[in-house]
């Protein structure tokens, strides 16, 4: 097992994770990063905002970043058109973090 952190950052500002978690390996970090980006996400929506500038970085216990999940890369936007009814995926969108 090791200990990961998960920074929330964005330009200057920060959310800084004092304590981490343990969890066995960095694709477990990964999942976790994805579901606490959609946690994020999911809170901001429903106060009726999108911020989409911000990223989780994944940090060992020496600080070095593992990993970065932009927020914006944590879901997939499906617009439903109007004049035909079928649905329209917008790309780049992340269903699961890559191996």
Not at 3 to 12: D, I, K, S, V
Not at 24 to 38: E, G, T
Not at 52 to 81: H, K
Not at 82 to 94: D, I, K, Q, S, W
Request: aromatic residues 6%.
């Amino acid at each position: 097992m090791s200990r990961f952190y998960f920074q929330l950052r964005e330009g200057l500002g920060q959310l800084l994770d004092p304590d981490g978690v343990e969890l066995p390996d960095l694709q477990s970090a990964k999942a976790k990063a994805l579901a606490a980006a959609r946690d994020t996400l999911s809170h901001e929506m429903k106060a009726g905002i999108l911020d989409l500038r911000y990223r989780i970085e994944v940090e060992d216990s020496a600080g070095s970043i593992l990993y970065s999940l932009p927020l914006g890369d944590a879901f997939e936007i499906v617009a439903n058109r109007a004049e035909t009814r079928n649905p329209v995926r917008m790309p780049g969108r992340l269903a699961a973090p890559e191996p």
